[in-house]
T-cell receptor
Framework: GQQVMQIPQYQHVQEGEDFTTYCNSS?????IQWYKQRPGGHPVFLIQ?????EVKKQKRLTFQFGEAKKNSSLHITATQTTDVGTYFC??????????????FGTGTRLTIIP | GAGVSQSPRYKVAKRGQDVALRCDPI?????LFWYQQALGQGPEFLTY????????KSGLPSDRFFAERPEGSVSTLKIQRTQQEDSAVYLC???????????????FGPGTRLLVL
């Protein structure tokens, strides 16, 4: 079945340093979504990428979708304490019943050293 | 509030007890999803409703798990004869459009943290 892996599993950075998490799917994806989950919280949708090679920016966050639509990355510039949390990518796949369902990656937990 | 709500937020059950977890999706949202999130893992799909119809229950781990959404709004996930391995956070998410159209944004509730002793 479809697998979505993320690396690294954990990342500790000094406040102000950059951070990148990488997402790799075993299958080609129609789109990829990114979510952020704060400690003790629930996943919050960040963005969706659809096109091959697409790059989107949200302030200090840059999201990329690979040319082959099997990998993606999230880069945060100049991290702040508010960036703490676990970042998940999620890829959809069509079930046998016709609905699309998300397969979440393993997540990258970001901690910030003040 | 206009978000997805879930209750209870925390549930402690003795092994063998039945539990019922409730999800109130965003009003008007057609799609409703249940996920199970084990500690340190990403959410794992359990089941999907389009309005009141349960179209996909392929992720339910056993026949002890049962979900319903009888009127196409509130949903309940029931776990019978709970086991320790059922301990996890159970997340509910809703989206505006039917899932087969794809590319929908899912809005997650705060989850119910279930601990089975």
């Amino acid at each position: 079945g479809q697998q979505v892996m993320q690396i690294p599993q954990y990342q500790h950075v000094q406040e102000g340093e950059d951070f990148t998490t990488y997402c790799n799917s075993s299958t080609t994806l129609s789109n990829i979504q990114w979510y952020k989950q704060r400690p003790g919280g629930h996943p919050v949708f960040l963005i969706q990428l659809v096109k091959s090679g697409e790059v989107k920016k949200q302030k200090r966050l840059t999201f990329q979708f690979g040319e082959a639509k099997k990998n993606s990355s999230l880069h945060i510039t100049a991290t702040q304490t508010t960036d703490v949390g676990t970042y998940f990518c999620a890829g959809p796949r069509i079930s046998n019943f016709g609905n699309e369902k998300l397969t979440f990656g393993t997540g990258t937990r970001l901690t910030i050293i003040p | 509030g206009a978000g997805v709500s879930q209750s209870p937020r925390y549930k402690v059950a003795k092994r063998g007890q039945d539990v019922a977890l409730r999800c109130d999706p965003i009003s008007g949202h057609v799609s409703l999803f249940w996920y199970q999130q084990a500690l340190g893992q990403g959410p794992e799909f359990l089941t999907y409703f389009q309005n009141e119809a349960q179209l996909d229950k392929s992720g339910l781990p056993s026949d002890r798990f049962f979900a319903e959404r009888p009127e196409g709004s509130v949903s309940t996930l029931k776990i019978q004869r709970t086991q320790q391995e059922d301990s996890a956070v159970y997340l509910c998410a809703s989206s505006l459009i039917p899932s087969y159209r794809g590319r929908e944004t899912q809005y997650f509730g705060p989850g119910t943290r279930l601990l089975v002793l």
